[in-house]
């Protein structure tokens, strides 16, 4: 059986020795993570590091504690994974069998369709409207009818395109499936969720600390649901695929909502500085609230981006028959390398 694996682009290692400059000059403009470093998570990791000889409790009764008490929900609603990615496979394993259907919006986060492949369910692909790539939303809620499990993607990655939590209850009323929300980027537009989540016996949804936490090298996210299908996901569950130093550094993160506020605000100004300036360039800019740009760009994105590259700048490019060929996108960073983007951008360009 080949089952499509996620593509990642070279590591930073690999780019800066291609570039043969020195590892801390490449910027990744490709993984839409925060760009300070958390220091914070410094002193905690050392003191977890203490315990390393023991395994993690592998209820993770902390992370499910500290995610409830953050969005008013019980424990029970919520199972921990190492990232949303895992819980991704998890949902997948949990919810579908052999020669099921799920449907998605595309272009979307290329892991569902991984997912499904995994467990030979079928990948029902609902196009995005171009090319703006709103959500189609009449589109969805027919696919949903016949589809044991929707995946939905608010807002999306990589087109931004967000759903108002109408829209995700009108899908989540049209399906006897399950609806799956990968809300990697809520804290950008602010929704939670947990209201959602009490209201639908059939909804899962997301969350991770990679984003606005800033600790995606933690591994860590969870999900949200009604404790009957969060049992199901648990059941999927590695004992202890979250390391004990990620654990800590995650009931802390969760206990500190004011660390996600700040690195909202800080990027949305980043952000709009970022997309004026792609605009002066002449690409054609995606609306976005979350902490990444689409850009439409032309037919020689893949030649800037290799460019780029060689400069120790990585950007997200996309694969031949994904749609986005002539797309781009970059994550907003800080203030001086967006500049160092720009600067260079204006180098390349034809
Ligand atoms: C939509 C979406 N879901 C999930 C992930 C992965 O999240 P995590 O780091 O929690 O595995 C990403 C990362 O880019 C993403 O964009």
């Not at 986060?109 to 499904?116: D, N, R």
């Not at 939905?152 to 108002?164: G, Q």
């Not at 991770?208 to 933690?218: I, M, Q, R, V, Y």
């Amino acid at each position: 059986m080949t089952v499509p694996r996620y593509k990642w682009q070279p590591t930073t290692l690999e780019i800066a020795a291609a570039a043969g400059i020195d590892p801390s000059e490449v910027v990744r403009f490709d993984h839409n993570t925060t760009p300070w470093p958390v220091n914070w998570a410094v002193e905690l990791a050392a003191a977890a590091a203490s315990r390393l000889n023991e395994y993690p409790g592998a209820s993770y009764l902390g992370i499910r504690r500290a995610a409830a008490t953050r969005h008013g929900l019980e424990p029970d609603q919520i199972v921990p994974g190492a990232g949303a990615d895992e819980l991704i496979l998890l949902a997948a394993r949990a919810f579908l069998q052999p020669g099921q259907v799920a449907a998605a919006v595309t272009p979307t986060y290329p892991l569902y369709q991984i997912a499904c492949a995994q467990v030979g369910a079928r990948f029902e692909q609902v196009a995005a409207m171009a090319p703006t790539f709103e959500i189609p939303l009449d589109a969805i809620v027919s696919a949903a009818r016949a589809a044991d499990l929707v995946w939905l993607c608010v807002p999306n990655n990589p087109t931004a395109a967000d759903m108002t939590p109408e829209a995700v209850d009108a899908v989540v009323a049209a399906t006897d499936g399950v609806v799956v929300v990968d809300a990697a980027y809520a804290e950008f537009t602010g929704t939670d969720w947990a209201e959602q989540v009490t209201q639908h016996s059939n909804l899962v949804v997301l969350r991770t600390l990679s984003k606005a936490f800033a600790l995606a090298g933690a591994r860590v996210g969870y999900a949200m649901g009604h404790p009957s299908l969060i049992d199901c996901i648990d059941a999927m569950r590695p004992p202890g695929s979250i390391a004990s130093i990620s654990v800590a550094l995650a009931e802390s993160a969760l206990q500190r909502p004011e660390l996600a506020e700040r690195a909202v605000v800080t990027l949305a100004a980043a952000r709009q500085n970022l997309a004026a300036d792609l605009g002066s360039l002449g690409f054609r800019v995606l609306p976005s609230e979350v902490n990444f740009l689409l850009c439409e760009v032309g037919a020689q994105a893949g030649a800037i981006a290799a460019q780029l590259r060689e400069r120790g700048l990585v950007v997200r490019t996309f694969p031949e028959e994904s749609g986005l060929e002539e797309y781009l996108r970059f994550t907003v960073r800080s203030r001086q390398q967006n500049d160092r983007l720009i600067t260079n951008l204006r180098e390349v360009l034809p």
